[in-house]
């Protein structure tokens, strides 16, 4: 079974979607655990699943989960901040033009 995030599927909606699958496909307990969790972090975006196995691998498909959700925030954080830093400089540079042409 092979189920990865789509590329504009946020992570807690991915681990819906495969945790559902996983309860079609297995209905023993004792192999759900650790094969979920296995899945749901090979199966991550992989800005994601580099950044979120950099500071610790979880123990728990719900501990990866949660971690999964800040590191997918701090990344849409970082990106916001760079539109913004690009706005600014853009801004910025129009405005030491218009002071160039008077």
Known sequence: MECIQGPEEGVEAFSVRLKKLFKQAFTRADVSSDVLLQKFLTGLATDISKQLLM?????????AVKAAVRVENALSFGAVSKKLE??????????????WRH
């Not at 690009?86 to 002071?99: G, M, Q, V």
């Open 55 to 63: 500071q610790a691998t979880p123990t728990t498909f719900e501990d």
């Open 86 to 99: 690009s706005h600014e400089e853009i801004a910025c540079y129009r405005s030491k033009i218009s002071l």
